[in-house]
């Protein structure tokens, strides 16, 4: 499940601004 949604994260967050930020806000 996972594998899938982290591909469509992979293809759409790069470009989503501030996405980087949040994501290392997050982890």
């Given at each position: 499940?996972?594998?899938a949604v982290w591909?469509?994260?992979s293809?759409?967050?790069p470009h989503?601004?501030?996405t980087v930020?949040?994501?290392q806000e997050k982890v």
């Amino acid at each position: 499940f996972w594998g899938a949604v982290w591909k469509i994260l992979s293809k759409v967050l790069p470009h989503i601004p501030g996405t980087v930020k949040w994501l290392q806000e997050k982890v």
